[in-house]
């Protein structure tokens, strides 16, 4: 059923100062916005707006006890102009998922899906086309009632933005092995796509910076044994012919980009194990050379290959190899993304 979106266009496009081959990551933002209110128990006033600075109190309680969660897309126009998105309804699943474990609203998933299609009806002109590029949507919600009281709030706000954004380079990075920080414990927050889980990360992942480090590799909170994450990604390890990725669980993120590859890899004939990996094993797999392929998975990059990694301050290298199971992946699934392959899963839905 079609939801009643009142539309207030903007009355002049900003699109003309935005120079489409130099985009960076999410730094410049489309003309609208989604915005949906969350009141008296209701979601209501869906709206496409003029993308412009909110009004909140100071008192909101998204300030002082954190309610924000949010997810991460791509939409993508192919060279005749249609416009794609990738698996939604999982975006739509996970940030309920998230609700729940904050407290917050379900969102119902034809707002969300029929937010997102408005969206980009009226701000099609944003929908990059060259080879690489997207359009990057974030959905979010947060608190936005006012009280200094530790409670949950009583009305919340949902607004998908979305910001143009070229291809994603994917170099290679340099990653630390965490021994003694955690992003996320038994019991805690993990795996939801809540706010505070990245305010969490930036120190730890400072730190590493300024040891030349590009990322962290998460390991579980209290023995630091097993590798979980790497940064805001999931992680993948290949040993000999071997893709290995974590189990999710209460730390991992169940990322989309993940199981993805998990099914395409099983599909191609590429052995895959979801079991844990210890930090010990990729040692010693490194020391015997079997070591092939570290990378990370996440819509942003969809993969980012690790050059190497530290660990106890020993550096580990890992070998250049010719056809790896990372470029492969990644251009299989890009390719049903942006609709230059066929799409036997049913992951492409046209907008
Ligand atoms: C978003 C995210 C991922 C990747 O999820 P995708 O659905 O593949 O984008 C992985 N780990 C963390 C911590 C994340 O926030």
Redesign the pocket.
Known sequence: MAIDIKIQAIKNSKIGTVDFNNLSFGKVFSDHVFQCDFINGNWQNPTIKPNEPILLNPAAKIFHYGQSIFE?MKAYKDESGNVFLFRPSENCRRLNISANRLMMPEIPEELFIQGIENLLKIDNDWIPSADGSSLYIRPFMFASSDGLRASPSDSYTFIITTAPSGAYFSEKIKVLIEEKYARAANGGVGYA?AGG?YAAQFYPTQLAIEKGYDQVIWTNDNSHEFIE?AG???IFIRIGDVLITSPTNDRI?D????KSILQIAQDNNIYVEVRKISVNEVIQAAKQGHLKEMFG???AAVISPISSFGYQGTEYELPEIFETYASFLKKKITDIQTNKSKDPYGWRVKV
């Open positions: 991460g796509k889980n994450e805001a990604m999931n993120l990322g989309i980009t993940r998975s996440g819509t």
